[in-house]
């Protein structure tokens, strides 16, 4: 193991990351690689999924991303991602933390903030939300990847004109097809997914832990050499 590594695993043992920002951005990549580099150095690592990583989880994550959510209302949005966070805090990633292990999230309360902001709900309401659905177990630090919203759209192969149009609704009730088509977040229009952008770079003024904003431009190992630099700061 050379010394960067066994100091940014240092950094990071028992500890809580979420990686986070818009559509494109290479959270998931970003998360992937770091999850690789520490368990290769022989460190205990959990990865898990927001919303998801829980059969409840799941349940929900399907309802929220799967279907036109055009007719739902925004605080019954709101309420069931932090139901599924509720479940994957109790479930999977306080237990992970009191064993020592290091959790590293795809997405969590960081997007609440910026993808129902976006429609109108008030970021700080959902902290307090959160308050109830987590309790004190908020991340050690929100990693935002951010790139531009266009950049981001040609990343995962959308062009500009087709945000907004509605998806078909799947026939798998109660299941996830991932890949298979724009989620109901990201069918929203491009104007819709710029408002995010705004939101997740503002979140850190008011979210109770720290947050970083890593530029998500560029060769993905560079990108990755940025946020370990900044995971080193983690405390």
Not at 53 to 82: H, K, P, Q, W
């Amino acid at each position: 193991m050379n010394t960067d590594t066994a100091k940014l695993i240092d950094a990071v043992q028992g500890k809580f990351i979420v990686f986070d920002g818009p559509d494109g951005s290479g959270k998931s990549t970003q998360r992937e690689i770091l999850a690789k580099r520490l368990e290769d150095a022989g460190a205990a690592v959990v990865s898990c999924r927001d919303p998801g990583g829980t059969e409840i989880g799941d349940r929900i994550r399907s309802v929220l991303l799967d279907y036109d959510l055009s007719t739902m209302n925004v605080n019954c949005e709101a309420l069931l991602f932090m139901a599924s966070r509720a479940q994957l805090t109790a479930q999977i990633i306080q237990p992970a933390l009191e064993a020592g292990k290091t959790v590293l999230c795809d997405r969590f309360i960081t997007s609440t903030c910026a993808y129902q902001g976006a429609v109108g709900y008030d970021p700080k309401r959902i902290i307090a939300l959160a308050e109830f659905a987590i309790g004190d177990r908020w991340p050690d630090m929100t990693v935002i990847l951010d790139v531009d919203t266009d950049e981001g759209f040609a990343r995962v192969g959308r062009k500009p004109h087709h945000a907004g149009k509605n998806r078909a609704k799947s026939s798998g009730e109660g299941m996830l097809f991932d890949g298979a088509a724009p989620d109901a977040m990201e069918a929203r229009s491009l104007e819709f997914h710029r408002r995010v952008r705004g939101l997740f770079l503002e979140v850190k003024e008011y979210y109770p832990t720290p947050v970083v904003t890593i530029d998500g431009r560029g060769d993905v190992q560079e990108v990755h050499r940025r946020v370990v630099e900044a995971l080193r700061k983690c405390r």
